[in-house]
């Protein structure tokens, strides 16, 4: 875990040299990646291909131990429930040594595949530890899986927008806007219905952007905000499903100072009431434990402090940081 390039070759490479490929998930209810997830990972990717079946087995590691090292007496015992869990095997394809134990114990074929690496050169680990280094080695159906998605907060008038897109176009990826001026021109003009048509859209947007995002996924305000705006402008609390809540986690919080002068373009809220905004925001995000980062300064004074701390998060190489800016 996760399913990589490499894992990918060995599917391939088997499903080439027999009629059916049962693809076996192994996974136990104390790893970090869900093997319901890996399922509908491989699902997804070989949906069209009728030969490849992956196999979900939910595993007890004190009846069947898991090892980093190819083992024949650990393989003696996967063997023995293989055979009585699974149909008749043929082949066993593998990409490690213990391959040619099952295969034995088993009493059928067995192809070791690339066990040298020297085809793909990745390990599951490497990606789990370092997921942007290795970025070009995961397909791109799990690619969402690992992207950050990082969201930018603040009241009216304060660059959300303007510093959302830099920063996508800094770091070579998508973003998402705030979907209010999608659903109406001004603020003053919004109706209790509109919020719920926004925060819908909004989170639609969300989950279809990350499927092409490089990395990173830059976000103008959430559906906090939103429940911001219900509390100010029509004193209610909001409610909304399930999925947008989760459509709405988020790695990252960065909230702008309302510190830069107020700039009236016909569809906002006059300063006061933009203050006023500001502190029911900030007060919603500490209702919900939201941890945000504040950014003060100007314009380029927080789109620099976001770069750094960006940068120092996730570890992005200098001379990827390089490449992307502008």
Not at 86 to 109: A, N, R, V
Not at 112 to 120: F, G, K
Not at 128 to 156: H, L, M, Q, S
Request: one cysteine or more.
């Amino acid at each position: 875990m996760p399913l990589h390039k490499g894992h990918m070759e060995l599917i391939e490479f088997a499903s080439q040299r027999c009629d059916e490929l049962t693809v076996l998930i192994c996974a136990t209810v104390d790893e970090p990646i869900a093997g319901s997830v890996r399922l509908e990972w491989l699902n997804n990717i070989y949906n069209a291909d009728h030969k490849i079946k992956p196999r979900l087995l939910i595993y007890d590691e004190a009846l069947l131990p898991n090892t980093s090292t190819s083992s024949e007496s650990v393989s003696r015992l996967w063997a023995g429930y293989l055979k009585e869990k699974l149909f008749e095997i043929d082949i066993f394809f593998s990409s490690e040594p213990y391959g040619k134990y099952m295969g034995e114990f088993l009493g059928c074929e067995y192809v070791i595949y690339d066990a040298q690496r020297s085809i793909t050169s990745i390990s599951s680990t490497q990606i789990r530890n370092r997921p942007f280094a290795y970025w070009d080695f995961i397909p791109a159906e799990i690619k969402p899986y690992y992207v950050k998605k990082i969201c930018i907060y603040g009241t009216e008038s304060t660059g959300k927008t303007t510093l959302t897109k830099k920063l996508a176009d800094f770091f070579n990826t998508t973003y998402v806007i705030e979907m209010a001026r999608e659903i109406l021109e001004k603020t003053l003009e919004c109706e209790e219905h509109h919020l719920m048509e926004i925060a819908t859209l909004h989170a639609k947007t969300i989950n279809e952007q990350v499927k092409s995002a490089n990395k990173l996924l830059f976000v103008d305000t959430d559906i906090n905000i939103t429940r911001s705006y219900s509390k100010f402008l029509f004193k209610k609390q909001m409610e909304v499903p399930e999925w947008i809540d989760e459509a709405n986690n988020f790695d990252l919080y960065l909230y702008l100072d309302n510190d830069v002068p107020h700039v009236q373009d016909g569809t906002r809220l006059e300063k006061t009431d933009r203050d006023l905004l500001n502190d029911c925001h900030q007060r919603e995000l500490t209702d919900r434990n939201i941890d945000y980062i504040l950014l003060k300064g100007d314009w380029n004074d927080k789109f620099g402090k976001a770069i750094t701390i960006i940068n120092e998060r996730y570890g992005f190489p200098v001379d990827e940081i390089v490449q992307a800016s502008p």
